[in-house]
């Protein structure tokens, strides 16, 4: 059985979700708070320019460049979708429900964005890749909205069930109960979370999706001068949270109240008896550290990753593809000969291949140049294991067998941009000149601070967090210095170590957990 924990860290400028599996950090997202055009927004936007060659036309919703928006993309129903549309415009808002709308023809699948789209015309599109280095969003006029169990399609008819829920009755309990709530013009994906979900769920958030949709339509008043956002989708961390909350969690730690609160509702709605598991963190030491996460960030996210046994991963980045290169290092067995070491080193570096693609959100060409192997059998036995590993992934992938080069090709779908960490530091005490004050003084200044504390704050119960070389040096020998400060000023100081500081970097806190400024 595999442990299952969610951290969650809220600052004032991004909320950071690190999910763990037995200790192990497997997937690690980041969204600042004032982030614009995320996947799944819906913007009215104006189309700028017609590209014939291309069957495309550049659409300009709001961002510096414009966005991507390709024939194929616009859906069958584009023509139903831009009536409707019309509709509200002259209605001022006041429009039929989609169910007695009458839909037009669809457009030919084989037909040219000409006969379709022209320049100035605002069109209804949604964000399918987010701004990736210097390319604009990337669009669709086939709308979907997603709740948790149902994804809503409107001006289709179509009812899906996802491929992922394997029981062939379940998979027609579903579509037949799907058919009898969902309303005329509106087609429907049955996420795979919707297993074994009972009627009342998944009418009463159909319901909601319905009326999301619709209801944006009142506010329809008059032709638009410039793009706006037409229904935006949850914040990325809803999203996420949407998507990965399920009740198969150990632990979900979060160091915000309002957040915590929202979790543990709905986790209160889908099951009751797990309500338990969100817990608030209340420590002084930054919740990533507390966790350990910190520290794997910086093991796992260079350019050189290690494994098992002296074995290490080089991860390369282009703007075309990235390529993975699994070395051996200085790992030897005894008595193993070359292609059984290689398969072992191979089988392992897998693991760790799937873990970085999640970690690092990496799209697009993935390269892998395994170890060569001579047999097929153990080629086979390689490829297996890629997939097996890779079979928890949520984002669309495929992966290819190994060429006779020893070289795997995998692409995963790219929506947003890479997560990337810098794990190399500036030093921020010299910052960068190479010189910083003595050290030999700094415990002179922490006694300082301390003194300061005692005399004006009149506090006796203190934390103080440093580096772990500084909480090192203040807890060495028998009488460590930190208990002859307490003696000294007659106080209880608690030290603390935070791998994320840097060397001479200090916080002291009172025994509330509430920061003490020495200003």
């Not at 921020?428 to 200044?445: A, H, N, R, V, W």
């Not at 791998?499 to 020495?518: A, G, P, R, V, W």
Request: glycine share 6%.
């Amino acid at each position: 059985m595999v442990n299952k924990d969610l951290i969650i860290d809220v600052s004032d400028s991004e909320v950071s979700l690190a999910l763990l599996e037995d200790k192990q950090l497997i997937e690690l997202n980041k969204e600042k708070r004032n982030v614009k055009f995320s996947v799944g927004d819906i913007y009215l936007g104006k189309v700028k320019k017609i590209m014939p060659g291309l069957n495309a036309a550049f659409i300009n919703v709001g961002y510096e460049r414009d966005a991507f928006l390709h024939y194929l993309d616009l859906g069958a129903q584009f023509r139903t979708q831009h009536k409707y549309y019309g509709a509200a415009l002259q209605k001022q808002g006041k429009v039929l429900p989609v169910h007695k709308f009458k839909p037009e023809p669809d457009i030919d699948k084989d037909g040219k964005i000409t006969d379709v789209l022209v320049t100035g015309q605002t069109v209804i599109v949604q964000i399918t890749k987010e701004p990736i280095s210097t390319k604009g969003p990337r669009l669709a006029s086939e709308i979907s909205l997603a709740g948790r169990n149902l994804v809503l399609m409107p001006y289709s008819d179509k009812v899906s069930i996802s491929s992922k829920i394997e029981s062939i009755e379940e998979k027609n309990r579903l579509k037949a109960l799907v058919q009898s709530i969902k309303p005329r013009n509106y087609g429907v994906i049955v996420r795979t979370v919707a297993e074994g979900q009972k009627v009342a769920v998944l009418d009463a958030e159909l319901r909601e999706l319905v009326l999301k949709w619709e209801s944006a339509f009142t506010s329809v008043k008059k032709e638009i001068k410039s793009p706006k956002l037409f229904i935006g989708e949850m914040n990325r961390t809803s999203t996420i949270l949407r998507d990965m909350l399920n009740v198969t969690f150990n632990s979900i730690h979060i160091n915000e109240t309002t957040l915590a609160e929202d979790i543990r509702t709905y986790i209160r709605e889908i099951a009751p008896e797990k309500e338990k598991i969100v817990k608030l963190y209340n420590g002084t030491l930054p919740i990533f550290d507390h966790f350990g996460i910190n520290k794997q960030i910086k093991g796992l996210f260079g350019k050189t990753v290690s494994f098992k046994h002296g074995a290490y991963l080089i991860i390369e980045h282009t703007e075309a593809l990235h390529v993975i290169d699994v070395n051996s290092g200085n790992r030897s067995r005894s008595g193993n000969d070359q292609e059984s070491n290689a398969l072992e080193v191979n089988m392992e570096a897998a693991t760790e291949i799937a873990r970085q693609l999640r970690l690092r959100d990496m799209g697009g060409i993935i390269v892998v140049d395994f170890i060569d192997m001579q047999s097929q059998e153990n080629k086979q036995q390689l490829y297996d294991k890629v997939k097996d590993v890779m079979a928890g992934d949520r984002t669309k992938h495929n992966i290819l067998p190994l060429t006779k080069f020893g070289l795997m090709q995998i692409t995963r779908q790219r929506v947003r941009p890479e997560m990337n960490i810098i794990t190399n530091e500036k030093c921020p005490s010299c910052q960068g000149t190479g010189e910083t004050k003595p050290t030999i003084l700094f415990t002179d200044e922490l006694e300082s601070g301390l003194s300061f504390i005692v005399d004006k704050i009149k506090t006796r119960k203190l934390i103080l967090n440093v580096h772990p070389f500084v909480a090192s040096f203040l807890n060495k020998g028998l009488f460590p210095l930190y208990r002859k400060w307490n003696f000294k000023y007659k106080i209880s100081l608690k030290i603390q170590a935070v791998t994320s500081y840097h060397m001479l970097e200090y916080h002291f806190y009172d025994h509330f957990n509430n920061e003490i400024d020495l200003a």
